[in-house]
């Protein structure tokens, strides 16, 4: 089968033909129908993330934003069957720790990231695998296109997951997101559907356009303006600041800006994970956070059954996440999106639909 593969940090990546993978007794091959082309994979090519145990090794196939149809089943696999349309999250989990039984499997201890271990490749092939199948696949409803389905990803869903579980935004509630790539206009789009009054803030006023498409009801361009914490609550009632804000980038400068343009009593939702410029921590006003009871919450990933969520409000009309698609590809062309990404040069989602 042809596969796009990984040979080295910063290496260009190369369209090969691969062994198709196995099927295990607990997991499923997939045959690819399409797969959302996300940065934490520019981010794995780029060399970053080590300081998480996530070290690529030549050989290995990106994609964990998947959806296909089942082509083979293994024997113990039990809540799914071939020719069924499925999905699963970026991260594995095992489904017998206490966080998988408590409803937490994208915290699972075991956690496997798919497409960034040699032994759980990616999507960025006509096939992939899922392990522990009965645990991790989603049914997926075949009146969906597959490009929606690829779209909700790693960057919805872990968007979702953190703006509608992680932290409370009520009816009218002013929320901050920072950073308008896919994964902040996820954000964007569901806390508007939520109720809030979203105040988005980038750099490209191309994508503050499209925030204000997917509900923000204000927008910043911080190149425009000397103190972003000041702008913000310039916005909010009173000026006290936003209940919510999210950081979609994980760059120092806009942490501390998301944490410092919160209210009195207001959370903060890290979204964005560093690059190897913060090396996985930045430093934060601890004194101001305690003074005024901020909080600060992290969100990776989502668990298998609130999947249900996202399709019932996609549903009822309340959530489209089809809209922060902005293009689709052929396999061949994932290594030029990927390049893109480095250069910021790509709008909302890419999408892989040619295999």
């Given at each position: 089968m042809d596969a796009v593969?990984?040979?080295?940090?910063?290496?260009?990546?190369?369209?090969?033909?691969?062994?198709?993978?196995?099927?295990?007794?607990n997991g499923v091959v997939v045959e690819t129908e399409a797969?959302?082309?996300?940065?934490?994979d520019w981010h794995a090519w780029q060399g970053d993330w080590e300081w998480l145990g996530i070290i690529p090794q030549p050989g290995l196939i990106f994609g964990h934003e998947p959806v296909g149809r089942i082509v083979e089943v293994g024997e113990n696999v039990t809540r799914f069957s071939e020719g069924e349309m499925?999905?699963?999250?970026?991260?594995?989990?095992?489904?017998?720790?206490?966080y998988c039984r408590a409803g937490r499997g994208n915290i699972c201890e075991s956690s496997i990231p798919m497409g960034f271990v040699h032994f759980q490749k990616g999507a960025f092939a006509e096939e992939y695998s899922v392990r522990n199948a009965d645990q991790n696949l989603i049914k997926v409803p075949e009146d969906v296109p597959a490009r929606?389905?690829?779209?909700?990803?790693?960057?919805?869903?872990?968007?979702?997951?953190?703006?509608?579980?992680?932290?409370?935004?009520?009816?009218?509630?002013?929320?901050?997101?920072?950073?308008?790539?896919?994964?902040?206009?996820?954000?964007?789009?569901?806390?508007?559907?939520?109720g809030g009054n979203v105040i988005a803030i980038d750099i490209v006023e191309e994508k503050l356009e499209f925030a204000r498409d997917l509900g923000a009801v204000e927008t910043i361009n911080s190149t425009e303006v000397d103190d972003i914490p000041q702008a913000v609550k310039s916005i909010t009632d009173g000026g006290r600041g936003v209940s919510v804000s999210v950081e979609a980038l994980g760059i120092s400068q806009t942490i501390k800006d998301s944490v410092n343009c919160l209210a009195p009593g207001g959370q903060h939702l890290q979204v964005g994970l560093t690059t190897s410029e913060e090396g996985g921590e930045v430093s934060l006003p601890i004194d101001f956070m305690v003074q005024d009871e901020r909080e600060f919450y992290g969100t990776y990933g989502m668990p298998?059954?609130?999947?249900?969520?996202?399709?019932?409000?996609m549903s009822s009309g309340k959530i489209d996440p089809g809209k922060i698609v902005s293009e689709t590809c052929s396999l061949g062309d994932i290594p030029s999106v990927m390049e893109r990404l480095g250069e910021y040069d790509t709008m909302g989602i890419p999408v892989c639909t040619e295999f």
């Amino acid at each position: 089968m042809d596969a796009v593969v990984f040979q080295g940090v910063d290496e260009p990546l190369e369209l090969r033909s691969v062994d198709r993978p196995d099927c295990d007794a607990n997991g499923v091959v997939v045959e690819t129908e399409a797969c959302g082309i996300c940065r934490s994979d520019w981010h794995a090519w780029q060399g970053d993330w080590e300081w998480l145990g996530i070290i690529p090794q030549p050989g290995l196939i990106f994609g964990h934003e998947p959806v296909g149809r089942i082509v083979e089943v293994g024997e113990n696999v039990t809540r799914f069957s071939e020719g069924e349309m499925v999905t699963n999250p970026f991260n594995l989990s095992d489904g017998t720790c206490p966080y998988c039984r408590a409803g937490r499997g994208n915290i699972c201890e075991s956690s496997i990231p798919m497409g960034f271990v040699h032994f759980q490749k990616g999507a960025f092939a006509e096939e992939y695998s899922v392990r522990n199948a009965d645990q991790n696949l989603i049914k997926v409803p075949e009146d969906v296109p597959a490009r929606e389905i690829a779209g909700l990803g790693c960057r919805f869903a872990t968007a979702f997951h953190g703006v509608s579980q992680r932290v409370d935004i009520k009816a009218g509630d002013w929320v901050a997101v920072h950073g308008c790539g896919g994964v902040g206009l996820s954000a964007v789009h569901t806390a508007t559907a939520l109720g809030g009054n979203v105040i988005a803030i980038d750099i490209v006023e191309e994508k503050l356009e499209f925030a204000r498409d997917l509900g923000a009801v204000e927008t910043i361009n911080s190149t425009e303006v000397d103190d972003i914490p000041q702008a913000v609550k310039s916005i909010t009632d009173g000026g006290r600041g936003v209940s919510v804000s999210v950081e979609a980038l994980g760059i120092s400068q806009t942490i501390k800006d998301s944490v410092n343009c919160l209210a009195p009593g207001g959370q903060h939702l890290q979204v964005g994970l560093t690059t190897s410029e913060e090396g996985g921590e930045v430093s934060l006003p601890i004194d101001f956070m305690v003074q005024d009871e901020r909080e600060f919450y992290g969100t990776y990933g989502m668990p298998p059954h609130e999947y249900d969520d996202i399709f019932r409000m996609m549903s009822s009309g309340k959530i489209d996440p089809g809209k922060i698609v902005s293009e689709t590809c052929s396999l061949g062309d994932i290594p030029s999106v990927m390049e893109r990404l480095g250069e910021y040069d790509t709008m909302g989602i890419p999408v892989c639909t040619e295999f």
